[in-house]
């Protein structure tokens, strides 16, 4: 029992689209549980809420802007994972999309 090419790039055109929706997921629920709900240090990740003060009680890290991390703001340790799932996500979606173009384009180009 063989497998045809037809088959072959069906298969490879569900899964791609299964990767593209579980990567989509997975940004949804990075969206709502990796971004800050309170200002934080982002060095250490302690919560900043309430502070008077320019330095981090922690970690002792002044409170520049690029090291505060705002409220809605991504973190910078997830930072990098969201784009590469982002990227999966364009690169899976992308190839479901041409491969459905193969599967429905006539052999021989559709001349007659």
């Not at 930072?79 to 999309?97: E, K, N, Q, T």
């Amino acid at each position: 029992m063989s497998m045809s090419l037809e088959h072959l790039q069906a298969g490879i055109c569900l899964a791609s689209a299964a990767l593209a929706l579980v990567c989509l997921v997975i940004v949804r629920v990075m969206n709502r549980r990796c971004r800050a709900q309170h200002p934080r240090c982002g060095k250490c990740g302690y919560s900043l809420e309430g502070l008077a003060s320019d330095k981090c009680s922690e970690c002792g890290s002044w409170l520049t802007s690029d090291v505060l991390v705002r409220p809605g703001d991504l973190s910078k340790k997830w930072s990098l994972v969201y784009l590469i799932v982002w990227g999966v996500m364009i690169i899976a979606a992308a190839l479901a999309i041409m491969l459905v173009g193969v599967l429905f384009t006539p052999l021989g180009g559709g001349r007659s």
